[in-house]
């Protein structure tokens, strides 16, 4: 049978494994930072029906430009953001990869803050990007004097970064982004896939007068779309023609515009368990306390809990009860997902009875 050795893959790839965690069907799943709440009956309901009346034009392409769903998501975001300044894929992992293919490859490169989202070098190796990962301050937090020192002194082509990060849940404020802004000239990109969970202003604000600038956003984790693959960014005209030259024809189906443009439209609704998320993130990082463990501070619907003198006993221990959790690599840690009250309930429970 042949293998990959016995292939002519770029000899960069050579060793090399699929990007990915474990899909494993257990009953509480907590790994992937998913909303766990699931969409409500009645958006679901006019969702299917948006479906449904383009399944009878499936023998056409889709629209190449989805006008109507960029002005929707223009209007989501607001601050007299225009259609012609947002854009859309199939998920923001798509948005950065076209970012990465617009301004980077060959001869260019990208920075970025770690640990961090691990598809950042991914993606760069897929462009052939150059990507160097800096280490951030304590506790996982940037200040805006570091970042700008260190964007000045080794000026990326592309720098991102993530907020609130993934996996730590650490966030920035705008300082940092405008001092970050300021310190270089390339591409500054804003990964605010977890923006919905967390009480700083968005990024979106900055825009304005700042052409370099890029917000990339999901529909995956706050709006419980994970399975649709949306993504979208906002920034100036001119970064989204950018992307209009390097996209696939036709990249985002006629049923993804559709599902999407249905989900905006009751947007609030779609929303409407953020708070309930935060209260169960919040929960879990006042108990984890509680079992001799310590959470960090968290504005995403996950927390990375510190603590585990062995994180893989303790995720197999969780795995065999019903319960997955995530093991990024971290030492001593595990990254856990905020579900419902019911879900925080057991792996609370189940922890308590593993560590004793």
Wanted: charged residues 20%; contains cysteine.
């Amino acid at each position: 049978m042949t293998n990959l050795d016995d292939l002519p893959i770029r000899d960069d790839l050579r060793g090399l494994k699929p990007y990915g965690a474990p899909q494993l069907d257990v009953p509480v799943q907590l790994n992937v930072n998913e909303n766990t709440f699931g969409i409500p009956e009645a958006v679901a309901l006019d969702i299917i029906q948006e479906l449904a009346s383009e399944v009878l034009r499936l023998n056409r392409y889709p629209d190449r430009e989805f006008i109507e769903l960029r002005g929707q998501f223009a209007a989501f975001l607001g601050h007299g953001l225009s259609a012609s300044q947002t854009w859309a894929a199939n998920g923001s992992n798509e948005i950065l990869t076209q970012i990465f293919q617009a301004f980077g490859g060959p001869g260019k490169s990208a920075l970025s803050f770690g640990p961090t989202y691990s598809m950042y070098p991914n993606i760069a190796r897929i462009t052939l990007t150059d990507y160097r990962e800096l280490p951030r301050e304590a506790a996982f937090e940037l200040s805006s004097g570091y970042v700008a020192e260190q964007l000045a002194a080794h000026k990326p082509s592309i720098a991102i970064l993530c907020n609130p990060n993934n996996p730590t849940g650490t966030s920035i404020d705008n300082e940092v982004v405008r001092a970050a802004y300021d310190a270089f000239d390339g591409i500054l990109v804003i990964d605010e896939a977890y923006a919905e969970f967390s009480s700083e202003s968005s990024a979106v604000e900055l825009l304005a007068g700042r052409p370099r600038l890029i917000v990339s956003r999901t529909m995956s984790k706050a709006f419980a779309f994970a399975g649709a693959r949306v993504g979208y960014m906002a920034a100036d005209e001119a970064v989204v023609d950018a992307l209009r030259i390097v996209r696939l024809p036709y990249h985002l189906s006629a049923l993804t515009q559709a599902a999407a443009r249905a989900a905006l439209r009751h947007a609030p609704e779609m929303l409407a368990n953020v708070e309930q998320i935060k209260v169960q993130r919040d929960r879990m990082i006042a108990q984890l306390g509680l079992l001799g463990l310590s959470a960090y501070k968290s504005e995403a619907n996950f927390v990375l809990v510190e603590g585990f003198e062995n994180p893989n006993e303790v995720f197999e221990a969780l795995l065999a009860r019903g319960v997955i959790v995530r093991n990024v690599g971290i030492p001593n840690t595990l990254r856990i997902t905020a579900g419902t009250e019911a879900e925080t309930s057991k792996l609370l429970g189940e922890l308590a009875l593993i560590l004793g």
